[in-house]
């Protein structure tokens, strides 16, 4: 074979070993691009990861500690369950409209889902709106029920309400906290002779009211037996003595257009001594004025008893459309589980300055607040779990209840009306 010869054939093998080593890449290249266009695999999967699942919690936001305290547990859940979006919503607060009214508009409006603050569930569970809730979270809560008796809401904690007042204000006019009405009516004119306002009333907030309806309720209208008695003779008086609050200058008329938080300004700045709310806002004061010495008592009824309402009516409940959701079903039960979880429960206490409600032994140590209302709770107080707003309440009284004082007060309501009719 001839050198020019050998150097043609060279060059044919060295042609048709380049073609092949083209046809390889194109084929690995086609293949490659394959691997791209499949679902979860090379390099889309990591660019487009499986699509979260969007869970929404609805909660009331007319305290900021309650606010934080979700805001925290959300933070929390989702650093711990990454393939969960939590996306809060808050009603936004209309005037003399409950929270109960404005989870009726989210009805009306196909916005009912998912996990649910509630206020009188019993209604939204007798028309259909919530799921039975599972025994992983029943379980976890020390609240009795009958056996087989289906549970459509769990209570967030118990918390209660009575007279936060300015300790050191008190001390200086030298007042105590009083062991009568007639007492609590001195201290009010005592007050009031000093230029300051008695007491701080939100009254732009129905369900602020809704504080001083319960007192009312307890101490005017329950018999002996605890049953109550809306029946003129207690009625008219009630609503007297409330009014009378107002006439005589121990409730401006200018907190008639004032909001709940605002009253704590009123506290904080020395404007007034007194506000009829819960423990939760004791903090909040002092966040204000960090050198306020306060102090909490009940206030006693005319006919000299003390009554310590025992609330755990603001609940968690599951709506029946995100049961028929596997996916939003199994985040939401996750989240319930997880607020009443070591640690989180306790955090979300001590914020509110609340107690527990689980089965589970909590872990907290008494704040200062908790120890303050401790104290109030001596031997001669009474524990009271009915209030207006328990599942006995009928649908829409207690928003018409609210609104109904809050007129009352400053005297734009007839005394014979009846709140219940």
């Not at 309650?66 to 809060?88: I, R």
């Not at 998912?114 to 979270?137: H, I, N, S, T």
């Not at 709310?277 to 102090?295: F, R």
């Amino acid at each position: 074979m001839s050198t020019e010869k050998s150097i043609k054939e060279k060059k044919k093998r060295a042609e048709k070993k380049k073609q092949k080593i083209r046809i390889k890449r194109l084929w690995a290249a086609l293949a490659a691009a394959a691997l791209v266009l499949l679902p979860g695999c090379g390099q889309a999967a990591e660019e487009s990861p499986e699509e979260k699942i969007k869970l929404r919690v609805v909660y009331s936001s007319g305290d900021i500690r309650w606010t934080g305290s979700v805001e925290w547990v959300a933070e929390c859940f989702m650093k711990e369950h990454p393939e969960v979006e939590v996306v809060l919503e808050a009603p936004e607060d209309v005037e003399n409209q409950s929270f109960t009214d404005r989870l009726k508009v989210l009805i009306a409006q196909e916005e009912f889902y998912d996990v649910l603050e509630l206020r009188e569930e019993k209604q939204f569970a007798e028309a259909g709106y919530l799921a039975p809730l599972p025994e992983e979270l029943t379980g976890l809560i020390d609240r009795g029920k009958e056996e087989g008796q289906v549970c459509y809401a769990v209570p967030r904690y118990t918390t209660t309400q009575g007279m936060i007042y300015n300790r050191e204000m008190f001390r200086t006019m030298g007042l105590s906290e009083p062991e009568s009405y007639e007492e609590f009516l001195d201290v009010c004119k005592a007050i009031k002779k000093a230029g300051i306002n008695p007491i701080a009333v939100g009254g732009a907030n129905i369900w602020h009211m809704g504080f001083w309806g319960n007192y009312l309720y307890q101490n005017y209208l329950l018999d002996e037996e605890g049953r109550s008695d809306w029946n003129q003779e207690r009625v008219v008086p009630m609503l007297e003595d409330f009014r009378a609050l107002s006439k005589n200058g121990y409730i401006e008329e200018s907190f008639k257009n004032i909001s709940d938080s605002q009253t704590i300004q009123e506290l904080s700045s020395g404007e007034a001594a007194m506000v009829y709310s819960g423990p939760w806002i004791i903090d909040q004061i002092l966040g204000l004025n960090p050198y306020m010495e306060l102090g909490f008592f009940y206030l006693p009824g005319k006919d000299g008893k003390f009554r310590a309402q025992v609330d755990d009516s603001v609940t968690w409940g599951i709506s029946k459309e995100c049961q028929a959701d596997k996916k939003r079903w199994k985040a939401a039960v996750n989240f319930l589980e997880f607020f009443y979880a070591e640690g989180i429960y306790e955090h979300v206490l001590v914020q509110m300055n609340a107690e527990p409600v689980t089965v589970r032994r909590t872990m907290e140590e008494e704040t200062p607040a908790q120890q303050m209302v401790r104290k109030a709770r001596g031997e001669n107080v009474m524990l009271c779990r009915q209030f207006v707003g328990d599942e006995d309440t009928p649908d829409g009284f207690r928003s018409f209840y609210d609104q109904s004082l809050r007129e009352v007060l400053w005297g734009e309501r007839p005394l014979e009306i009846l709140p219940g009719n």
